[in-house]
């Protein structure tokens, strides 16, 4: 009896250790080393799974609003306050614009902010009215970039009433009144959603935190920003669902660097060099080689995340290897959770011109447990080298 019982408690240790080193060899992503690539993608998402099933616990400060589809399309109506005409557009996808016949914009994501302009500990909004805040992205006025509008509203049939907050001040309204820092509006339907209010500015970035890029309209590059007249460039992104148009840069804080061809890196960011701490990609590759590149996010992890260890152009695996990094806001760095290819279709500079063309397609990209898949991405650069 004692014989089986010791035949027994060695086996199991022999399992659990066999388990051990499976795991580990999946985080450490040695499949590929041995010839099981699909291990590693096995661990990694086994991994997410659990991380996802740890974070669940108190209900979040922020929500995106659950009932959106009651009030998308376009709005208007007149303000209460200087009789301004006012138009509202709600998108399925959680994309906001708003435009006043004064010349105002701005435009945004809904969302719910759970603690924030709180009433005696709780959130207060009319009686019957549902919760609708505006996370401002851009702006006519500057003060209002990047800050919050908290809102309500209560719609029914084709007229809807809506009161929020000028964006920063965090006072929610309470009553259907307008008053100092608050506007109220009863609004009437004018049209489907996914129309460009009157006034909206052209060039205009867009972003948004959902999961559908259905109605964003892709828009030029942004101006803003200390942009080099040598060199310009955009990257058409669809993250998540969400489509976003991000601009090359070229400023001395970039990292785009195309004087060694065979180590050209190009840097496409959030609003350009405005927010030098908003969301971008970064791509190194050789720009000699055209085809099929190859970004491995193991590489990136092994060399200790430092990108200029890798061994740029070399085909190790076959292809040229490159580097493909999403940077989300505030800097945490997303490699690639397996790989990506990254397709080069116009590389390379000449004597006097420069263009860039290329695309990635599927590619996800992780952090700790947390990932975006970036379903398309096209960039392209044109310019002139410096004399």
């Known amino acids: 009896m004692q014989i089986l019982t010791r035949r027994f408690l060695v086996a199991l240790l022999l399992v659990i250790a066999s388990i051990v080193l499976i795991v580990m060899a999946g985080v450490m992503g040695?499949?590929?080393k041995i010839g099981a690539p699909g291990l590693d993608a096995l661990i990694f998402r086994g991994l997410e799974c659990?991380?996802?099933h740890e974070k669940t616990g108190p209900f979040p400060d922020t929500t995106l609003p659950g009932d959106i589809e009651r009030i998308v399309g376009t709005w208007s109506g007149l303000s209460d306050v200087?009789?301004?005409t006012w138009r509202f557009t709600f998108e399925q996808n959680y994309a906001v614009?708003?435009?006043s016949s004064a010349g105002y914009y701005c435009q945004g994501t809904a969302f719910v902010h759970w603690k924030l302009g709180l009433t005696d500990g709780a959130v207060r909004v009319p009686p019957g009215w549902s919760v609708l805040d505006l996370d401002v992205i851009q702006s006519s006025e500057l003060s209002h970039r990047n800050n919050i509008s908290l809102g309500a509203y209560s719609s029914h049939e084709n007229l809807l009433k809506y009161c929020f907050c000028e964006p920063g001040r965090m006072v929610r309204p309470i009553t259907d009144e307008s008053r100092e820092g608050i506007r109220c509006f009863e609004l009437t339907k004018v049209g489907a959603g996914g129309n460009i209010p009157a006034g909206r500015p052209p060039s205009v970035p867009e972003k948004s935190s959902s999961v559908s890029a259905r109605n964003i309209s892709p828009l030029g590059p942004s101006t803003e920003g200390p942009?080099?007249?040598l060199m310009t460039g955009t990257a058409d992104i669809i993250i998540d669902g969400v489509r976003e148009i991000f601009t090359l840069r070229t400023d001395p804080g970039s990292t785009t660097d195309v004087s060694n061809p065979h180590r050209s890196t190009l840097q496409f960011q959030s609003h350009g060099a405005q927010f030098p701490s908003a969301r971008r990609i970064e791509i190194t590759f050789d720009a000699t080689k055209t085809?099929?590149?190859?970004a491995d996010g193991?590489?990136?992890?092994?060399?200790?995340f430092m990108a200029e260890k890798i061994p740029v152009g070399s085909e190790i695996s076959g292809e040229p290897a490159a580097v493909f990094l999403y940077i989300a806001d505030g800097g945490r760095i997303f490699p690639p959770r397996l790989s990506c290819d990254v397709n080069i279709m116009a590389p390379g500079t000449g004597s006097d011109n420069i263009l860039f063309e290329g695309s990635l397609s599927d590619c996800t990209v992780s952090s700790a447990g947390e990932s975006h898949t970036m379903s398309?991405?096209?960039f392209s650069v044109r310019g002139r080298n410096k004399r």
Do not use: C, M
């Open 30 to 32: 040695l499949g590929k």
């Open 291 to 294: 085809g099929r590149h190859y």
């Open 82 to 84: 200087d009789g301004t």
């Open 227 to 229: 942009l080099s007249p």
């Open 376 to 378: 398309s991405v096209k």
């Open 50 to 52: 659990f991380l996802a």
């Open 298 to 304: 193991f590489a990136y992890v092994e060399n200790l």
């Open 97 to 99: 614009y708003v435009s």
